[in-house]
Protein backbone atom coordinates (compact mmCIF):
# COMPACT_ATOMS: atom_id res chain seq x y z
CA UNK A 1 0.00 0.00 0.00
CA UNK A 2 1.14 3.44 -0.90
CA UNK A 3 2.62 5.44 2.19
CA UNK A 4 3.17 9.07 2.21
CA UNK A 5 4.99 10.57 5.38
CA UNK A 6 5.57 14.69 6.03
CA UNK A 7 8.03 16.17 7.98
CA UNK A 8 9.95 19.10 8.90
CA UNK A 9 7.31 21.68 9.34
CA UNK A 10 7.37 24.11 12.50
CA UNK A 11 7.56 27.31 13.67
CA UNK A 12 9.15 30.66 12.09
CA UNK A 13 9.23 34.42 12.72
CA UNK A 14 8.38 35.84 9.30
CA UNK A 15 11.53 35.79 6.63
CA UNK A 16 12.48 32.88 8.13
CA UNK A 17 12.97 29.50 6.00
CA UNK A 18 11.90 25.31 6.32
CA UNK A 19 12.01 22.21 4.36
CA UNK A 20 9.39 19.52 4.11
CA UNK A 21 10.05 15.98 3.53
CA UNK A 22 8.26 13.88 1.85
CA UNK A 23 9.33 10.04 2.61
CA UNK A 24 7.18 8.12 -0.25
CA UNK A 25 6.88 4.32 -0.11
CA UNK A 26 5.13 1.60 -1.91
CA UNK A 27 4.94 4.00 -5.27
CA UNK A 28 6.25 1.96 -8.12
CA UNK A 29 4.81 4.23 -11.23
CA UNK A 30 7.68 5.29 -13.58
CA UNK A 31 5.35 8.23 -14.56
CA UNK A 32 3.36 10.02 -12.04
CA UNK A 33 3.51 13.69 -10.59
CA UNK A 34 3.86 14.72 -7.13
CA UNK A 35 3.11 17.79 -5.30
CA UNK A 36 2.20 19.67 -2.19
CA UNK A 37 -0.94 21.30 -1.20
CA UNK A 38 -2.03 23.19 2.22
CA UNK A 39 -4.75 23.98 3.94
CA UNK A 40 -5.09 27.09 6.21
CA UNK A 41 -8.54 27.03 9.13
CA UNK A 42 -11.39 27.85 7.33
CA UNK A 43 -9.49 28.21 4.02
CA UNK A 44 -10.26 24.90 1.11
CA UNK A 45 -6.61 22.96 0.21
CA UNK A 46 -5.02 24.83 -2.22
CA UNK A 47 -2.01 23.29 -4.48
CA UNK A 48 1.19 25.25 -3.66
CA UNK A 49 3.95 23.04 -6.01
CA UNK A 50 3.87 20.01 -8.41
CA UNK A 51 6.93 17.96 -10.43
CA UNK A 52 6.14 14.79 -12.77
CA UNK A 53 8.71 12.64 -13.20
CA UNK A 54 10.66 14.53 -15.73
CA UNK A 55 11.10 17.20 -13.69
CA UNK A 56 8.76 19.60 -14.93
CA UNK A 57 7.24 21.88 -12.22
CA UNK A 58 4.10 24.25 -11.67
CA UNK A 59 3.58 26.59 -8.71
CA UNK A 60 1.12 28.56 -7.13
CA UNK A 61 1.43 32.36 -8.02
CA UNK A 62 1.48 33.22 -4.38
CA UNK A 63 5.31 31.09 -3.95
CA UNK A 64 6.71 31.48 -7.05
CA UNK A 65 10.49 32.66 -6.33
CA UNK A 66 9.71 31.61 -2.58
CA UNK A 67 9.23 27.98 -2.56
CA UNK A 68 11.49 25.39 -4.77
CA UNK A 69 9.85 21.69 -5.09
CA UNK A 70 12.09 18.64 -5.98
CA UNK A 71 12.64 15.18 -5.57
CA UNK A 72 15.22 12.64 -4.85
CA UNK A 73 14.11 9.95 -7.01
CA UNK A 74 17.16 7.32 -5.38
CA UNK A 75 15.51 7.33 -1.61
CA UNK A 76 11.98 8.38 -3.21
CA UNK A 77 11.91 11.49 -1.06
CA UNK A 78 9.65 14.64 -1.79
CA UNK A 79 10.96 18.13 -0.83
CA UNK A 80 9.74 21.71 -0.47
CA UNK A 81 12.19 24.46 0.56
CA UNK A 82 10.46 27.46 1.89
CA UNK A 83 12.10 30.39 1.70
CA UNK A 84 11.15 34.20 2.83
CA UNK A 85 8.44 32.74 4.43
CA UNK A 86 4.95 34.85 5.41
CA UNK A 87 2.51 34.90 8.11
CA UNK A 88 -0.11 34.18 5.22
CA UNK A 89 2.22 30.61 4.19
CA UNK A 90 0.62 29.41 7.46
CA UNK A 91 -1.14 26.06 7.13
CA UNK A 92 -1.02 22.11 7.19
CA UNK A 93 1.27 21.22 4.63
CA UNK A 94 0.51 17.76 2.79
CA UNK A 95 2.22 15.78 0.05
CA UNK A 96 0.74 14.16 -2.44
CA UNK A 97 1.06 11.42 -5.72
CA UNK A 98 -0.77 10.51 -8.39
CA UNK A 99 0.32 7.97 -11.34
CA UNK A 100 -0.50 11.00 -13.91
CA UNK A 101 1.70 13.21 -14.52
CA UNK A 102 -0.40 15.34 -16.54
CA UNK A 103 -1.64 16.62 -13.01
CA UNK A 104 0.85 18.64 -12.84
CA UNK A 105 -0.35 20.61 -16.17
CA UNK A 106 -3.88 20.45 -14.90
CA UNK A 107 -3.75 22.98 -12.49
CA UNK A 108 -3.30 20.93 -9.11
CA UNK A 109 -6.06 20.30 -8.39
CA UNK A 110 -6.64 18.03 -4.95
CA UNK A 111 -9.46 15.63 -6.77
CA UNK A 112 -6.85 14.52 -9.11
CA UNK A 113 -4.78 13.06 -6.65
CA UNK A 114 -4.95 9.90 -5.67
CA UNK A 115 -2.19 9.58 -2.42
CA UNK A 116 -1.96 11.55 0.55
CA UNK A 117 0.13 11.54 3.43
CA UNK A 118 -1.49 13.12 6.67
CA UNK A 119 0.18 16.79 6.66
CA UNK A 120 2.81 18.86 8.80
CA UNK A 121 2.19 22.08 10.55
CA UNK A 122 3.91 25.14 9.57
CA UNK A 123 3.20 28.03 11.64
CA UNK A 124 4.73 31.61 10.70
CA UNK A 125 4.65 34.35 13.28
CA UNK A 126 4.99 38.07 12.12
Known amino acids: QVELVESGGGSVQTGGSLRLSCVVS????????MAWFRQAPGKEREGVAG???????RYADSVKGRFTISKDNAKNILYLQMNSLKPEDTAEYYC????????????????????WGQGTQVSVSS
Open 26 to 33: KFTYSSHA
Open 96 to 115: AADPNPLRIVNGLREIDFAY
Open 51 to 57: IDNDGIT
